[in-house]
């Protein structure tokens, strides 16, 4: 007899962002069994305890490499 299937939830990306804020990932590429809230306490993926987004490094060139 097999274990049933871990659901986890996820915190809903906010209002115009795209990636979840516990794991920085699409809610289309996370299994089809997990579920999302937008309360920060019902949250039990465990990925990243702090998503962090990358920042302008580059000094303000293009992502080409050259600058205007």
Aim: overall charge negative.
């Amino acid at each position: 007899m097999s274990a049933p299937p871990t659901v986890v939830v996820h915190e809903m990306p906010p209002p115009g962002g795209a990636y979840t804020h516990c794991c920085l990932t699409l809610p289309a590429e996370l299994p089809h069994l997990d579920l999302f809230t937008r309360d920060p306490e019902r949250v039990t993926c465990t990925v990243r305890d702090v998503a962090e987004l990358v920042v302008d490094n580059d000094r303000g060139e293009s992502p080409f490499g050259w600058s205007t």
